[in-house]
Protein backbone atom coordinates (compact mmCIF):
# COMPACT_ATOMS: atom_id res chain seq x y z
CA UNK A 1 0.00 0.00 0.00
CA UNK A 2 1.51 3.20 -1.09
CA UNK A 3 -0.19 6.85 -1.26
CA UNK A 4 1.67 9.87 -2.50
CA UNK A 5 0.13 13.41 -1.93
CA UNK A 6 0.98 16.56 -4.59
CA UNK A 7 0.00 19.43 -5.11
CA UNK A 8 0.85 22.20 -2.28
CA UNK A 9 2.89 25.34 -2.89
CA UNK A 10 2.32 28.50 -1.93
CA UNK A 11 -0.30 30.76 -2.54
CA UNK A 12 -1.95 34.48 -1.54
CA UNK A 13 -4.43 34.28 0.98
CA UNK A 14 -7.37 33.86 -0.68
CA UNK A 15 -5.88 31.64 -3.58
CA UNK A 16 -7.18 28.22 -3.97
CA UNK A 17 -5.11 24.80 -4.42
CA UNK A 18 -6.11 21.28 -5.60
CA UNK A 19 -3.98 18.29 -4.02
CA UNK A 20 -4.26 15.00 -5.39
CA UNK A 21 -3.17 11.51 -3.03
CA UNK A 22 -2.26 8.75 -5.66
CA UNK A 23 -2.51 5.17 -4.11
CA UNK A 24 -0.96 1.71 -5.52
CA UNK A 25 -1.20 -1.29 -3.99
CA UNK A 26 -4.78 -1.35 -3.09
CA UNK A 27 -8.20 -0.88 -4.07
CA UNK A 28 -9.66 2.64 -2.72
CA UNK A 29 -13.06 0.32 -2.56
CA UNK A 30 -12.20 -1.28 0.61
CA UNK A 31 -10.70 1.91 2.67
CA UNK A 32 -11.43 5.16 3.80
CA UNK A 33 -9.15 7.93 2.50
CA UNK A 34 -8.70 10.81 4.75
CA UNK A 35 -6.84 13.82 4.51
CA UNK A 36 -4.68 15.45 7.23
CA UNK A 37 -2.55 18.18 8.02
CA UNK A 38 -0.23 19.01 10.30
CA UNK A 39 1.38 22.96 11.15
CA UNK A 40 4.74 23.88 12.97
CA UNK A 41 4.07 22.96 16.19
CA UNK A 42 0.69 21.35 16.52
CA UNK A 43 -0.18 18.11 15.92
CA UNK A 44 -2.01 16.37 12.83
CA UNK A 45 -5.70 17.14 12.48
CA UNK A 46 -8.21 15.74 10.21
CA UNK A 47 -9.56 17.82 7.55
CA UNK A 48 -11.80 15.88 5.41
CA UNK A 49 -12.39 11.86 4.19
CA UNK A 50 -14.06 9.87 1.81
CA UNK A 51 -15.36 6.13 1.81
CA UNK A 52 -13.80 4.45 -1.36
CA UNK A 53 -17.07 1.87 -0.91
CA UNK A 54 -19.99 3.95 -0.64
CA UNK A 55 -18.37 7.70 -1.44
CA UNK A 56 -19.63 8.87 2.04
CA UNK A 57 -18.20 12.14 2.95
CA UNK A 58 -16.94 13.52 6.10
CA UNK A 59 -15.62 16.75 6.77
CA UNK A 60 -13.90 18.55 9.97
CA UNK A 61 -16.10 21.77 10.99
CA UNK A 62 -13.21 23.88 9.96
CA UNK A 63 -12.72 22.57 6.81
CA UNK A 64 -16.84 22.91 5.83
CA UNK A 65 -17.33 25.08 3.14
CA UNK A 66 -13.75 25.99 2.48
CA UNK A 67 -12.69 22.22 1.29
CA UNK A 68 -14.10 19.42 -1.04
CA UNK A 69 -13.00 15.80 -0.96
CA UNK A 70 -13.45 14.09 -4.33
CA UNK A 71 -12.38 10.38 -5.25
CA UNK A 72 -11.75 8.72 -8.75
CA UNK A 73 -11.52 5.12 -7.71
CA UNK A 74 -10.33 4.18 -11.42
CA UNK A 75 -8.03 6.30 -11.97
CA UNK A 76 -6.81 5.39 -7.82
CA UNK A 77 -6.93 9.52 -7.34
CA UNK A 78 -8.02 11.49 -3.82
CA UNK A 79 -8.31 15.02 -4.81
CA UNK A 80 -8.82 17.76 -1.82
CA UNK A 81 -10.29 21.05 -3.28
CA UNK A 82 -9.15 24.24 -1.00
CA UNK A 83 -10.54 27.43 -1.15
CA UNK A 84 -10.52 30.59 0.27
CA UNK A 85 -6.84 29.82 1.80
CA UNK A 86 -6.22 31.83 4.91
CA UNK A 87 -2.06 31.84 6.34
CA UNK A 88 -3.73 29.95 9.11
CA UNK A 89 -4.08 26.95 7.12
CA UNK A 90 -0.29 26.84 6.53
CA UNK A 91 0.99 22.93 6.61
CA UNK A 92 1.84 19.54 5.09
CA UNK A 93 -1.08 18.11 3.98
CA UNK A 94 -1.11 14.19 4.21
CA UNK A 95 -3.58 11.92 2.91
CA UNK A 96 -4.16 8.16 4.62
CA UNK A 97 -6.04 5.31 4.35
CA UNK A 98 -7.88 3.27 6.77
CA UNK A 99 -10.51 0.52 6.70
CA UNK A 100 -13.58 1.30 5.43
CA UNK A 101 -14.47 0.19 9.25
CA UNK A 102 -12.37 2.98 10.67
CA UNK A 103 -14.38 5.57 8.53
CA UNK A 104 -13.54 9.10 10.43
CA UNK A 105 -10.85 11.56 10.65
CA UNK A 106 -8.95 10.48 13.93
CA UNK A 107 -5.53 10.34 12.71
CA UNK A 108 -4.89 7.04 15.25
CA UNK A 109 -7.41 4.92 12.94
CA UNK A 110 -5.17 5.30 9.74
CA UNK A 111 -3.07 2.50 9.06
CA UNK A 112 -0.54 3.57 5.95
CA UNK A 113 0.07 7.37 5.02
CA UNK A 114 1.61 8.80 2.34
CA UNK A 115 4.79 11.89 2.45
CA UNK A 116 2.84 15.10 2.61
CA UNK A 117 2.79 18.35 0.27
CA UNK A 118 3.25 21.51 1.92
CA UNK A 119 1.03 24.60 1.78
CA UNK A 120 1.90 27.55 2.77
CA UNK A 121 -0.35 31.00 2.59
CA UNK A 122 1.07 34.28 2.45
CA UNK A 123 -0.63 37.34 3.66
Known amino acids: VQLQASGGGLVQSGGSLRLSCTASGFSLESYAIGWFRQAPGKGREGVAC????????YYDDSAKGQSTIVSDNAKKMVYLLLRKLRPEDTAVYYC?????????????????WGRGTQVTVSS
Open 50 to 57: ISGRNGML
Open 96 to 112: AAAPISRFGLNPGEYDY
